[in-house]
């Protein structure tokens, strides 16, 4: 079963696999938007409570700009697959995997102090 589409047949289930990837995005941005409202409103850290907002801060930026990198990347594979075109390679999810990885050893180094 395929959908018409311009010039070429897409199979809706890449079309699906696509928007799952999508929603993947908008959990993870959900996600980091929650920590950042949690973390900022309960977590006490004596003598460190601007760094826990900063922290906190971040991470709800952060959450808005993967929620904006995650609609990016569903568009560049919808026009990809539409247009029958190959999915150019991407340093997204690298640069974002290092970012939260950091981000988390920071609040990890900090809990731990605190």
């Not at 929603?23 to 993870?28: K, N």
């Not at 959900?30 to 900022?40: F, R, S, T």
């Not at 988390?104 to 731990?112: E, G, K, N």
């Amino acid at each position: 079963m395929t959908e018409q589409h311009g010039d070429s047949d897409v199979d809706y289930r890449f079309l699906l696999a696509n928007e799952r990837t999508f929603l993947a995005w908008m959990r993870t941005a959900l996600a980091l938007i929650a920590g950042g409202v949690a973390l900022d409103q309960f977590v006490v850290v004596a003598g460190a409570r601007d760094l826990v907002t900063v922290l906190g801060i971040f991470a709800i930026v952060l959450g808005g700009i993967v929620a904006v990198l995650g609609t990016i990347q569903w568009r560049r594979a919808d026009r990809a697959m539409r247009s029958a075109q190959p999915m150019n390679s991407s340093t997204t999810v690298v640069i974002l995997g290092v970012i939260v990885a950091l981000f988390a050893l920071t609040i990890a180094l900090l809990l731990s102090v605190g």
